[in-house]
């Protein structure tokens, strides 16, 4: 038991020290980026990945300096990732805009049903960890009021909790209904960053087969399936082939 205890605190004081050192390095590239020097700051933050912290804020300032530094497809990239933490940051939504802008691919999306528009707009409003954290709020706040329902005394009061209590249940049991479908929309796509210049992307997966379309830096695919060092991918307009796996990188890759 002595020596559990022991283990425990050791871990808990690494877990500090990695702690505080992410926070250091994360000042210092801040104060790296707003000097200007973009590929020291990138260094910085990309040692505080290193640390085992990520966050929003850690890619979109990533996605800022490479950006400012006219590499594409690593912005679009860190932008893409921010927004998988948190779909619905205004700032981030914006400065992807500007870097999609300087794509040379031109790809015009399938059109949505006005059904398929309405599950975007509510069910990706948050992550499945986010409408999680909803539902466990909500639920607690059903409970309190359950609890003052039952203490107070008075008949204005218990009708309030009561209603409190009910509206909490009804909001934490559509959060749950909609963690479930953002976690199963999450997991339905791969999507991945073109990080090559220009890439072919041919019908099967080798060097010797029919080139059917190029693409080019900072093109967003989905990743459909995956055959020794080659991945197949859709482009957002439905056609589909494949390109060699080193060409692009996973958004989803933490």
């Not at 590239?29 to 590929?39: K, M, V």
């Not at 205004?90 to 999306?109: S, V, W, Y």
């Not at 900072?218 to 995956?226: A, D, F, P, Q």
């Not at 991945?231 to 060699?244: E, F, H, L, R």
Request: hydrophobic share 45%; with cysteine.
């Amino acid at each position: 038991m002595k020596m559990k205890g022991l283990v425990y605190i050791v871990l808990a004081c690494c877990s500090l020290s990695a702690f505080g050192q992410g926070e250091v390095l994360f000042q210092k590239a801040t104060e790296a980026y707003n000097n200007g020097e973009y590929e020291k700051a990138i260094d910085y933050y990309e040692n505080v990945l290193k640390t085992g912290k990520h966050s929003s804020e850690l890619y979109f300032n990533l996605g800022n300096c490479h950006y400012k530094l006219d590499a594409i497809g690593p912005s679009i990239y860190y932008y893409e990732k921010a927004l998988l933490l948190n779909p619905g940051d205004q700032e981030t939504q914006n400065n992807l805009g500007f870097a999609q802008n300087m794509r040379l691919d031109a790809i015009e999306e399938m059109p949505k049903t006005a059904m398929a528009r309405l599950h975007d707009s509510i069910v990706l409003f948050f992550t499945a960890d986010q409408w999680s954290y909803l539902a466990i709020i909500t639920m607690f706040l059903f409970v309190l009021g359950f609890i003052i329902y039952y203490v107070l005394s008075s008949a204005t009061s218990k009708r309030f909790a009561f209603i409190i209590a009910n509206v909490a249940l009804i909001i934490c049991i559509l959060s749950i209904a909609l963690a479930y479908l953002a976690h199963n929309d999450q997991r339905a796509t791969n999507p991945a960053i073109i990080f090559e210049r220009e890439i072919a992307v041919t019908s099967e997966p080798n060097d010797r087969s029919e080139r059917v379309f190029a693409l080019h830096e900072g093109t967003k695919v989905n990743i459909l399936e995956s055959l020794d060092d080659w991945s197949k991918i859709k482009i957002a307009d439905g056609q589909t082939g494949w390109v060699p796996s080193g060409s692009l990188r996973v958004i989803k890759d933490f």
